[in-house]
């Protein structure tokens, strides 16, 4: 863990955006964004394959949230609207080299992970 890095978080009122970023080893296939609120089980959030051609979402920010990858820079973005109280957690960037035609959505399939970037969103 702790070989990808997130950028991006911060404290917004709700109702606001923000934008996480995290660059994915050369190898990735999916790569996946993952919350963690205190006292709370690491929960799926969102999820893209190689050539973006999919993605899932959580139910809680389908509609709200946007995951996109950018081949040429080598990036991996998830665009946050329309934000609630509910949504502050700890955000963690995963990436795996496991393949499928979907992206992949559970949480032990994903092996490197970053350190976790905090968001705060207050009513």
């Known amino acids: 863990q702790g070989q990808l890095e997130e950028s991006g978080g911060g404290l917004v009122q709700a109702g606001g955006s923000l934008r996480l970023s995290c660059t994915p080893s050369?190898?990735?296939?999916?790569m996946g964004w993952f919350r963690q609120a205190p006292g709370k089980e690491r929960d799926f959030v969102a999820c893209?394959?190689?050539?973006?051609?999919?993605?899932s979402y959580a139910d809680s920010v389908k509609g709200r949230f946007t995951i996109s990858r950018d081949s040429a820079k080598n990036t991996v973005s998830l665009q946050m609207n329309s934000l609630k109280p509910e949504d502050t957690a700890l955000y963690y960037c995963?990436?795996?080299?496991?393949?499928?035609?979907?992206?992949?959505?559970?949480?032990?399939?994903?092996?490197?992970w970053g350190q976790g970037t905090q968001v705060t969103v207050s009513s």
């Open positions: 995963a990436e795996t080299r496991l393949y499928d035609r979907t992206c992949i959505r559970a949480i032990g399939d994903y092996f490197t």
């Open positions: 050369r190898s990735s296939n999916s």
């Open positions: 893209i394959n190689l050539n973006g051609a999919s993605t």
